[in-house]
């Protein structure tokens, strides 16, 4: 195989020019988001500490966050349900390396939550408890950060165990 | 009209490696490509047209790169077209370009996939904060961590079910000259030691980042019978869809992967593909994946995956020999790795694998994957001509 050095020494111009095999350009990204009205109305209620979700009229499925349609159904979501703060968790990792551009701690519990009353799982970090004790099945409530309430979730701060016996498996067996 | 049998006439891969400081995308693509187009006998001017695919632009953070790729792809006064699936796209390239020549549309196509991975940040691609959910995906492992943990509590596997799968890939990959990783001393100790980045997945049990671009030429009857080493002949290919997110999607065994498995069987004539299949090259890059794709493509009941790959069925002395070229875990040129999976399953049934070469492979399989286990494409190659 030629090398950029073997190209670079049949032009006598360039004799002795270092070769550039490579320069790196940082890229960066930012966007302005339009939330639409479904998600408009979940994210306005955060800072009041209401998750707000959307049943399904056909199959019933109620989805937090509110998308405004039903991805089976196809069809439009207009009921609003307010669901409670706690919920089950229904799988979970813990991550050990940090992802670049990530504001969290590493080791973090990174769960799906399923609020109780919603059929899909919510992103959420699991705090306040040794990381070898979080289970599947385990109960949780939402611990919100008074100091960072506003139209995000980064409203709440983690989920953490509510000391109640385990879920039954077959309350969340479809959901996870 | 109907449609004709499809061939694979010319398979061409890179040498995959972390970082090909020695060429642009450019200089990859047109490697793998010309290496296909030795494979087949064939020069630029026997190719009707090329598709090309590969995994987001935001890895490498150059837009639509097929722009830039014409001229080295030979495609100029050509129809060129590009296909995105996310990590399914080395398979959905393959299967568009494959249909092409099956609708008589063009004769003779060139299809390319690949990816650059060292001038790419894919974690940080995969990890984009979105605002109506918490900043926590963690790349493509945090975002699998959660449903291998829901695979391990509904069937009871092992913990070392995982380690089995990694250690049996990385040493098939000795084999196999065009792999990645080649860990010469590495032993099942060493796999189930390693640390835990997304726990329950350890850093040996997790694919590598890989520059590396795959070809493949395919032709109809009348080229088959012009090229000099046997074709495989495609005899079943589809993809499927779902949401990332809806209520009720199993994340373990998506329904997409099992209707796309079901579809190819059918257009194969395949009843038992436990037993009619004599190899698989499945995308599987983190090892869980093996025992659960087992599940998910009929290889297997559900639940009991776990104990295929235990009793060493998935070896490459098994019965079912899996990922016999070491598979995603030994290579991850992401935008490539799918059609990697399906130019093996070709290499197997033409009886061209070399050393890893599985005796006797009449019939196998190429799978890919991605997305959240979204998107879905499998082909089924034979070394018998399609009697259909
Ligand atoms: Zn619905």
């Known amino acids: ?176 | 009209m109907s449609k004709q049998p499809v061939a694979v006439v010319g398979v061409g891969q890179t040498k995959h490696v972390a970082a090909r400081q020695d060429v642009s995308i450019a200089g990859l693509v047109r490697e793998a490509a010309v290496r296909a187009l030795a494979d087949a006998a064939l020069d630029w001017a026997d190719i009707d047209a090329v598709v090309i695919g590969k995994a987001p632009d935001f890895f490498e953070g150059v837009m639509m790169p097929e722009l830039y790729l014409a001229e080295a792809l030979g495609a100029v006064g050509k129809p060129m077209l590009r296909v995105h699936t996310a990590g399914s796209v080395g398979g959905s390239t393959a299967l568009v370009a494959a249909n092409l020549v099956a609708a008589r549309v063009h004769g003779t196509v060139l299809t390319v996939a690949f990816e650059k991975q060292s001038e790419s940040n894919a974690m940080w691609g995969l990890s984009l904060p979105i605002p109506f959910q918490q900043p926590l995906t963690a790349g493509a492992g945090g975002f699998f961590a959660p449903h291998v943990r829901a695979y391990m509590r509904r069937t009871g596997a092992p913990d070392t079910v995982g380690s089995l799968v990694a250690f049996k890939d990385r040493r098939n990959a000795l084999k196999n000259p065009y792999a990645h990783l080649h860990e010469h001393d590495l032993t099942l100790e060493r796999v189930q030691s390693s640390p835990m980045l997304w726990d329950p997945i350890r850093y040996s049990e997790t694919c590598p980042s890989s520059d590396g671009a795959c070809a493949l030429v395919l032709t109809g009857e009348r080229g088959a019978a012009r090229a000099p080493r046997p074709p495989a002949w495609v005899h079943g290919g589809a993809m499927r869809s779902e949401p990332t997110i809806f209520a009720g999607k199993d994340y373990v065994s998506p329904q997409a992967g099992r209707d796309c498995a079901a579809d190819v069987y059918r257009q194969a004539g395949v009843t038992d593909p436990r037993r009619q299949l004599d190899a698989v090259e499945m995308y599987v890059p983190f090892s869980w994946y093996e025992p659960m794709w087992l599940e998910n493509l009929g290889f297997a009941d559900q639940g009991e995956g776990w104990k295929l790959v235990e009793a060493g069925v998935t070896e490459m002395d098994g019965d079912l020999p899996v990922n016999p070229s070491g598979g995603v875990l030994s290579s991850n040129p992401i935008g490539a790795s799918g059609m990697i999976r399906f130019a093996e399953a070709a290499l197997q049934v033409r009886g061209l694998a070399g050393e890893h070469q599985i005796d006797g492979a009449r019939r196998a399989l190429g799978h890919a994957y991605g997305g959240g286990a979204q998107f879905f494409s499998m082909w089924l190659v034979g070394s018998d001509r399609p009697d259909r």
């Open chain 1, 1 to 176: 195989m030629t090398t950029a050095a073997e190209l670079l020494a049949g032009i006598p111009e360039l004799a002795g020019a270092e070769p550039v095999t490579r320069v790196t350009i940082p890229a960066r990204l930012e966007y302005t988001y339009s939330p639409g009205s479904a998600q408009a109305r979940f994210l306005t209620a955060l800072p009041e500490k209401r998750l707000l979700a959307e049943r399904c009229p056909q199959c019933t499925r109620v989805y937090v966050p509110p998308r405004g349609a039903c991805p089976t159904c196809g069809i439009a979501t207009p009921e609003q349900v307010e669901l409670p703060h706690t919920g089950t968790v229904t799988t979970f990792c813990i991550v050990n390396i940090a992802a670049k551009g990530l504001d969290v701690e590493v080791p973090y519990c990174y769960a799906y939550v399923l609020l109780d009353g919603a059929h899909v799982g919510l992103h959420a970090r699991i705090g306040e408890t040794p990381y070898a004790d979080v289970r599947i099945g385990q109960r949780v409530e939402a611990v919100w950060d008074d100091r960072r309430l506003g139209p995000s979730l980064a409203s709440i701060s983690h989920f953490r165990p509510t000391g109640e016996p385990d879920a039954d498996p077959e309350s969340y067996r479809r959901w996870m």
